[in-house]
Structures are given as C-alpha cells and as structure tokens.
Antibody, heavy 124, light 107 residues
Framework: QVQLAESGGNVVQSGRSLRLSCAAS????????MHWVRQAPGKGLEWVAV????????YYADPVKGRFTISRDNSKKTLYLQMNSLRAEDTAIYYCARDLWGDSSYGSPALIDWGQGTLVTVSS | DIQMTQSPSSLSASVGDRATITCRAS??????LNWYQQKPGTAPKLLIY???SLQSGVPSRFSASGSGTDFTLTISSLQPEDFATYYC?????????FGGGTKVEIK
C-alpha cells in the first residue's frame, strides 16, 4: 500500500533553515506530482508547494515563495522541502501528499494520499 | 490568488441527518474543486475530486456538485464516523487554495 513518511521536523530559531523529507513507497514515485501542505496549530489547511513528476514544474504559495524550495529525487523515491529564513508563522505540521496525476497537463490536481505529517516549530 | 469561502464554518447535526456544506470561489474555477475530510490528529483524506467524482473507497452517502464559482458537498445521512472537519480546495490554478473548513459536530 501507499506510504508517505515525513521527517525532519524540529524546533528551530527564527531566521534559520530546515529541510523536510518525505520517503515514498508502495507506488511508482516518478509517475506522480507531489505536494506539501501545512497546518498551523488549531488552524486550517494551507497548500505550500507542488512539483511535477519529473521535477520540471514547481509552484509555491505566496507566503513561502523565495524562501522555500521543493525538490525530489526519483531514484531515492524522496520528496524534499528546503525551508530558509524561517518565521514564527511557518510553525505548523507539514504534510506531503501524492497527486492523482503526473502534472496538471494530465488532469486537475487531487491529493489522493497523505503522510502523517512532521511538526516544525519556529521560535522567536 | 483565488479565495475559497466555505459556509457554514461549523454545523451541529444528529446521526441520520442530511448535511450540506457550500464553497464559493472568488472567480470561476470550472469544475476544479476537491473536498477533503479531516479528523482530529490525523491527515486529511480526499473525498471528492473534479467537483463531483467520488474517490475510491468513499461511501456513496457523500456527494458533491457545482461548477464555476459555487459548489456543494452533501452527506445524505450522517454517520458517527462523519463528524469531522471538511475542506474544499480549488485546483484551477496555483496557488491551490483551501477553504477555511467546516466543522461538523454532533448535536
């Protein structure tokens, strides 16, 4: 079965960097676009970023544009989120999620499988 | 960016009741709209994609409709396991914004 396992969450000071990983198994990783979605404590869902199946297309939410970078290593079946210049408002559980499609040219995105999330806490 | 507005933000209902949640987009998104369910302490789960397509394994008491700017999620007969928070998400264009959520509580 599909498994997505996030790691790398931690307590970090404002202004520092952190890299999250998402290890995938149970499906052909190189065939699907992948997303990061976050949820601040007690708040709703916030979409963060998406990367196409081959890494050629990347899109970001405005609050993280220029600070966060999504990437993937299809040989390692792993998704990454490099987070720089972290702020208190980046504190959240970060989920990785598998898209139904390889990229939006195949179909409208749908996040069909999710990991359990990893907690990032940014202290000021 | 496209803003997604859900209503109500919460609703109280009994087992067996019909529940309806609406989602409005700030501009037309055709049928590029998904619905998710999230229970406390767990990851979200996809219920509906492309406005009205039921994800595999999701009970048929869940249905959805809409296109353009106005969308609806309906639970025909609430079951105990349906008490959760529901989110819509537009996938018409990045950023792929979520609605604020609707918490369905037991009356």
């Amino acid at each position: 079965q599909v498994q997505l396992a996030e790691s790398g969450g931690n307590v970090v000071q404002s202004g520092r960097s952190l890299r999250l990983s998402c290890a995938a198994s149970g499906f052909t990783f190189r065939s699907n676009a992948m997303h990061w979605v976050r949820q601040a404590p007690g708040k709703g869902l916030e979409w963060v970023a998406v990367i196409s199946y081959d890494g050629s297309k990347k899109y970001y939410a405005d609050p993280v544009k220029g600070r966060f970078t999504i990437s993937r290593d299809n040989s390692k079946k792993t998704l990454y989120l490099q987070m720089n210049s972290l702020r208190a408002e980046d504190t959240a559980i970060y989920y990785c999620a598998r898209d139904l499609w390889g990229d939006s040219s195949y179909g409208s995105p749908a996040l069909i499988d999710w990991g359990q999330g990893t907690l990032v806490t940014v202290s000021s | 960016d496209i803003q997604m507005t859900q209503s109500p933000s919460s609703l109280s209902a009994s087992v067996g009741d019909r529940a309806t949640i609406t989602c409005r987009a700030s501009q037309t998104i055709n049928k590029n709209l998904n619905w998710y369910q999230q229970k406390p302490g767990t990851a979200p789960k996809l219920l509906i994609y492309a406005a009205s397509s039921l994800q595999s394994g999701v009970p048929s008491r869940f249905s959805a409709s809409g296109s353009g700017t106005d969308f609806t999620l309906t639970i025909s007969s609430l079951q105990p396991e349906d008490f959760a928070t529901y989110y819509c998400q537009q996938t018409y264009t990045p950023p792929l914004t979520f609605g604020g959520g609707t918490k369905v509580e037991i009356k």
